[in-house]
């Protein structure tokens, strides 16, 4: 994808479940990775592989645009009736589209069709504009879940599912 996506003034988005080990998706994932390395250190990073993202209590999802991937992100099945959203990350060159609330809506959607009662996440408190979309779509400050630590770059958030 060469063109700046801004500009354009109606946007056809496609939001499918594929794998994640595709040449376009390891490089988001790894433009994923970078950009959390420049923001935390590497403890406060809980960042998961390709493997995890494999594995069959994980649903891909992959945004795209005119069939180039503007973004992705996983919903990880807790097993306790909850899912967790992992490596959401929507292309630079996106950004502003409404990427991030699309590929949101959908993962709550299938959550929904799982029949979770409730999404969670853990995100950097250096990241307003991922924090800004989890608050207007409802998600709420909550404890560290799981087998998360307290830790004070983090942000832990859940939305129950109606």
Avoid at 38 to 43: D, F, I, M, Q
Avoid at 66 to 86: F, P, Q, S, W, Y
Avoid at 101 to 126: S, V
């Amino acid at each position: 994808m060469n063109q700046n996506l801004r500009g354009w003034s109606q946007v056809t988005v496609t939001i499918e479940k594929e794998r994640p080990r595709q040449p376009e998706i390891i490089d988001l994932l790894h433009q994923s990775d970078l950009y959390a390395q420049s923001l935390y250190p590497a403890e406060s990073n809980h960042l998961v592989d390709i493997e995890t993202l494999e594995k069959p209590d994980v649903s891909f999802f992959v945004a795209r645009h005119n069939g180039a991937i503007v973004g992705c992100c996983a919903l990880v099945d807790a097993k306790d009736r909850t899912g967790e959203i992992k490596r959401m990350f929507v292309d630079p060159r996106a950004r502003g589209l409404k990427i991030g609330r699309r590929l949101l809506e959908h993962i709550e959607a299938h959550g929904r069709d799982l029949g979770m009662k409730a999404i969670r996440l853990e995100t950097g408190i250096r990241q307003p504009e991922a924090i800004g979309l989890y608050r207007s779509a409802g998600y709420r400050d909550i404890g560290p879940f799981g087998s998360y630590q307290p830790d004070p770059l983090s942000l832990f958030m859940e939305k129950p599912l109606g």
